[in-house]
């Protein structure tokens, strides 16, 4: 298991996050709070999920809570940099064209 981290940059009006670590029932958690603490304005958000070597159903249950916070302030929410894994498990539950990805 790997320690989950999540830096926070900004591309103009969009906040990019940088998770860093599993995506798992452990760190998920980690990974939803952040949404919570952004400080306004934001019209977009991106998830990096480059350093993301492994994700299990608590870190789907992440990105859709991301998802529901994204669509309740109604700005787009595009993953980035799905690696094999996670691409993966998106695929294999139905989730890879509900979400944008940027490829």
Known sequence: MRTLSVAVSR???TVVLHPRGDVD???APVLTG?????????????VDLT???FMDSA?????????RGCRERGVPL???GVGEQPGR????????EFFTVAR
């Open 51 to 53: 350093g993301v070597p």
């Open 11 to 13: 591309r103009h009006d």
């Open 78 to 80: 595009t993953l980035t």
């Open 59 to 67: 870190g789907l249950h992440a990105l859709l809570s991301l998802e």
């Open 34 to 46: 952040v949404l919570e603490e952004l400080e306004q304005p934001w019209r977009g958000l991106a």
């Open 89 to 96: 498990l998106l695929e294999l539950v139905g989730l890879a």
């Open 25 to 27: 029932h452990d760190s």
